[in-house]
């Protein structure tokens, strides 16, 4: 079975423990963000072309920019989930701005950016025209939710497709 | 030859083919011309018809005007018909003449053919044989010509000639290399290494510079193996070492191994190997180094295990966290962990990380075990390892190595013995005890020294010692030090001590004792030796003679610490030379002596017996770098040698008259100037040597006249001379007019050289 290593990068916050908490059924306890900065859970998942994948997911401690322990951590990974939390703009150019770095660092990897807390619509500060901008870059843009699971699976499976297709 | 004909064959088809074009432009416009004119013959025609017409119609039914038209219609028709006639006439005249220039070109063609058959025959004839010829060289060359193309854009086509190249250097470098073996026996050197060992050294040092971390995971699979044997040996010894160390402890449990070492007669090194080398290895995970994957785990049966991928991505995190925590440069690796009974050792390859989960105590050797597997990896899967993206199927043949990994011991049941006092025992304890002795007599002999070289430093003078300890197998000193006293490193060394064995840090610092006052003084004055220096009770006494520049400086040492004083008896050396020379010489009053820049100057007149007496006090003064530098005695005159010569020199001088006459023949003033000269000079060195001088004047004639006459002239001759004298600053009292003893007289052939006057000299 092929394994890939994922990363979820994030601002301090967006929600990325609480998407992989909704995901997997964790093996280690969340005082390794806390102390190592980092937790690491596996998850099995189906790529849209039927083909199995084992996901190794390194959820690294929030942080609007990499840190070096962080920088350590994205090290040979295949894939990335880039995740804001769309009650809060400035998340938004965190991602970014991570994104940048993760690249310069990885160079180009298949990564798919959540646009999590779906569920608080009320709330919700991302205007529609930064997404459809994102998604004519072609970008593939998600909005999840880990309180309904909203796409929390189709997220973790379609980023399985696209490190298949590299 | 057969160039020339071609040409002249050329030019002659060059003319034919213009007259040719010509005759052919004028046929063409004699065919439009007959175009034409069959035209006009198609009117002539229709003409005709019509006349026809006219002649057939009753005349009677058509107007008159109309018939006068058609007439005058006719008659042009008529004219322009004939005109029309006329030309057709021409015409035929002129295709006859045609004709006839078209035979004439036809004959002339036809014999110009002719011509040029025969020419061209004549040429084939001739170089037939020599055409033949050249075309049988030019075919030999044509092969060549091709066989020259296909080189040359060989040699032209980089590409092919690195194929080609490529196909015959393989050969080449075997061939040279079989050379190699019999130039070596032959103590030559070998032009194939000669040639490659430039440019490879080349090629791996710009590789390494490059990229050292691929030449290093190339060297991988072959280093470490190197580097183990090498330090096999060294860790053998430090095992034995640990051993005896072992052996010489007193603890608790090591007493007991004792005991039971003794009980069953094995030895005690075997004892705490059965006590202490149990382990089972539980798990063995391989990790891919930069993604932290699981490529591969073995493990225990019956051993739980929890999510091996998650485990060996969670190693590489806790990996990289603690070295970017606790690493200063970033490069040093977590090696082991331990967890109560459990340890984790870690080995690094260049793309893969070995893990091994132990239980219980772990000997070294497994490590070794651990290196070898992953070198082993690495060097049959190397590029595998490097490229391995998730996917772990072909590294599955890496499993073997993995569960060559998967040790265990049990700790084997101890088997008791009755011999409680073996001679091996016996014979190792009493190796101790000699050990012990040896070692007990050398650490007090190595004592004795120390304590001998720190008594002798703390008795030097200029050396104190403020602090001595022995730590870490070494003297360490500290303490102040006279840059003046004696070397503690010489003093060390009578006391067999190395360098290595005392550590010193002294602080320089100024000994007040006479004793460095003194020898700094000397070393900072730098006195001449001419100088004594003393130096008593804080006083400086300074005696001698020294230049001045020095003795300026010497009177200024009471700022040097330890003077308080200055006794200067000094004199400068000038002066000191001159008084030398004095009290030498004791010269006259008459003799001046004079020193500068320590060159003594003596001058002055003295009488023959004081002059002898100088010359050898001259030979007493002392010559030296630091006293004369040269004697200088040439203006020191014996001025009664000097007188002789002065009175030589006049009594041999004489000056002449004229016949008859008491005046001078004339030219004669350089002998006067220097007869006066002399006598002055006779009178200063008389005066010198307190002796009266009278100069005798003579005077002589050549005898002609009477002896009267004679004796008068001679008396007014001489007269006349010490006038002269006079006159110029010689007193009388020192001249004295004196006869000759012999008056000539009546000669009668007079010789002019009588007619002088001649000086002697009385005292």
Redesign the interface.
């Known amino acids: 079975m092929?394994?890939?290593?994922i990363c979820m990068i994030g601002d301090f916050s967006v929600g990325k423990t609480s998407l992989v908490a909704r995901f997997v059924r964790q093996?280690?306890s969340d005082k390794?963000l806390t102390t190592?900065?980092?937790k690491?859970?596996?998850k099995l998942v189906k790529s849209t072309d039927g083909h199995d994948v084992?996901l190794?997911l390194?959820d690294i401690a929030g942080n609007d920019t990499l840190t070096?322990?962080a920088t350590?951590?994205l090290?040979?990974?295949?894939g990335f989930l880039l995740i804001i939390d769309g009650t809060r703009l400035p998340t938004w150019e965190s991602a970014l701005n991570l994104r940048e770095a993760v690249t310069k660092q990885l160079g180009e990897k298949p990564f798919i950016m959540l646009l999590n807390k779906a569920d608080l619509t009320e709330q919700w500060e991302i205007d529609q025209e930064l997404i459809d901008e994102k998604v004519q870059e072609g970008w593939i843009l998600l909005k999840t939710s880990a309180k309904t699971g909203l796409n929390v699976e189709e997220a973790f499976s379609e980023l399985a497709t696209q490190m298949l297709k590299v | 030859m057969s160039l020339e004909k071609n040409i002249a064959l050329a030019k002659a088809l060059k003319s034919i083919r213009e007259f040719l074009v010509l005759q052919q432009a004028q046929l063409h416009a004699i065919e439009e011309r007959i175009v034409q004119l069959e035209q006009e013959q198609t009117h002539f025609d229709v003409l005709n018809i019509l006349e026809d017409r006219v002649d057939n119609l009753e005349l009677e039914h058509i107007p008159s005007d109309i018939i006068e038209n058609i007439e005058n219609n006719l008659e042009k028709s008529l004219t322009r018909l004939y005109l029309l006639e006329k030309q057709i006439e021409n015409l035929e005249s002129g295709q006859v003449r045609f004709d006839d220039i078209d035979r004439q070109i036809q004959s002339l063609l036809e014999s110009r053919q002719i011509l040029f058959d025969e020419i061209n025959n004549k040429i084939n004839e001739l170089e037939k044989n020599k055409l033949v010829k050249l075309e049988t060289r030019l075919s030999h060359f044509e092969p060549v010509l091709t066989r020259l193309g296909k080189l040359e854009k060989q040699i032209k086509n980089s590409e092919l000639m690195t194929q080609e190249l490529a196909k015959v250097l393989p050969h080449a470098i075997r061939q040279a290399t079989q050379h190699i073996t019999e130039q070596m026996k032959n103590e030559e050197k070998a032009g194939l290494t000669e040639s490659l060992q430039e440019p490879v050294e080349h090629c791996l040092r710009h590789s390494i510079h490059e990229d050292t971390r691929s030449f290093a995971n190339i060297l991988f699979p072959v280093m470490g193996p190197a580097i183990r044997r090498a330090i096999n040996e060294s860790l053998k010894n430090v095992v034995q070492s640990i051993n005896k160390t072992a052996e010489l402890s007193f603890s608790r449990k090591g007493l007991a191994w004792r005991v039971e070492a003794w009980r069953s007669g094995r030895s005690f090194s075997d004892i705490v190997l059965q006590n202490s080398l149990i382990y089972r290895v539980e798990q063995v995970f391989l990790i891919?180094r930069?993604?932290?994957?699981?490529i591969q785990h073995v493990h225990q049966k019956g051993v739980e295990i929890?999510?091996s991928?998650?485990?060996s991505?969670?190693f590489t995190?806790?990996q990289?966290?603690i070295?970017?925590?606790f690493s200063s440069n970033k490069t040093e690796e977590l090696s082991s962990v331990e967890i109560g009974d459990y340890t984790v050792w870690l080995e690094r390859g260049p793309y893969a990380v070995l893990a091994c989960v132990i239980r219980g105590v772990t000997p070294y050797h497994f490590r070794e075990i651990m290196r070898s597997s992953l070198e082993m990896m690495h060097a049959h899967y190397g590029l595998l390892l490097q490229n391995f993206?998730?996917?772990?199927v072909p590294l599955q043949p890496c499993l073997p190595w993995l569960e060559k990994t998967l040790q265990s011991k049990t700790k084997e049941e101890a088997k008791t013995s009755s011999h409680l006092l073996s001679p091996q025992l016996i014979g190792i304890f009493g190796i101790i005890l000699l050990g012990f002795l040896g070692w007990g007599y050398f650490h007090f002999e190595y004592q004795q020294r120390l304590t001998g070289y720190i008594n002798e430093l703390q008795k030097l003078p200029g050396i104190v010692i403020i602090f001595s300890e022995f730590d870490d197998g070494k003297l360490m000193i500290t303490g102040m030090r006279d840059p003046l006293a004696s070397e503690p490193q010489k003093i060390a060394q009578n006391y067999g001590l190395s360098p290595e064995e005392v550590e010193s840090v002294w602080t320089p610092y100024q000994d007040l004792t006479p004793q460095f006052v003194e020898q700094r003084l000397r070393q900072q004055l730098a006195p001449p030796s001419t100088v004594d220096i003393r130096l008593q009770d804080h006083i400086l006494y300074l005696e001698g003679y020294a230049s001045q520049n020095w003795i300026n400086r010497a009177t200024s040492a009471s700022l040097l610490p330890g003077v308080q004083v200055v006794s200067d008896e000094l004199l400068e050396t000038d002066q000191f030379l001159l008084f030398l020379a004095k009290k030498t010489l004791v010269p006259p009053e008459s003799v001046t002596l004079n020193v500068q820049e320590r060159l003594l100057q003596i001058t002055g007149y003295v009488d023959s017996m004081t002059f002898k007496l100088l010359e050898q006090g001259i030979q007493n003064l002392p010559q030296s770098p630091t006293e004369f530098a040269g004697i200088d005695s040439s203006g020191l005159i014996d001025a009664e040698r000097e007188r002789e010569q002065v009175i030589q020199r006049i009594e041999k001088m004489k000056l002449y008259f004229n016949q008859g006459m008491t005046q001078l023949v004339p030219e004669q003033k350089t002998t006067q100037q220097a007869l006066l000269k002399n006598v002055h000079k006779l009178l200063v060195l008389s005066q010198i040597l307190q002796q009266s001088v009278v100069l005798q004047i003579t005077g002589n004639t050549d005898g002609t006249g009477s002896k009267i006459l004679n004796q008068q002239l001679s008396q007014q001759r001489a007269e006349t001379i010490i006038n002269w004298l006079h006159q110029n600053g010689i007193e009388k009292r020192h001249l004295n007019v004196v006869p000759p003893t012999l008056i000539l007289f009546g000669k009668n052939e007079p010789n002019p050289s009588d007619r002088n006057v001649i000086f002697r000299i009385n005292y």
């Open positions: 092929i394994q890939k290593k093996s280690f390794y190592v900065g980092v690491i859970d596996t084992k190794i390194w070096t322990a350590s951590y090290r040979g990974s295949a | 891919h930069e993604s932290g994957l699981l929890g999510d991928d998650a485990v991505a969670m995190a806790i990289d966290f070295r970017d925590s993206e998730g996917d772990n």
